[in-house]
């Protein structure tokens, strides 16, 4: 699937300041998903989600 990244559950990357994400909050595996994902950006300032329905 073109634009997805597969991150190890462990991986931090404490650089990125900016982080946008494109979410569809009707698929629970992809809140989950969300939920594990920020954990990796521990320094993010400004987060921009995207809603897909």
């Known amino acids: 699937q073109a634009g997805v990244t597969k991150v190890a559950p462990n ?7 900016v ?7 009707g698929v629970a595996e992809e809140v989950k998903t969300l939920l594990s994902f920020l954990r990796c950006f521990p320094q993010v300032e400004t987060l921009h989600v ?3 329905l």
């Open 11 to 17: 991986a931090v990357v404490p650089s990125v300041k």
């Open 19 to 25: 982080l946008a994400l494109k979410v569809d909050f």
């Open 50 to 52: 995207m809603v897909s």
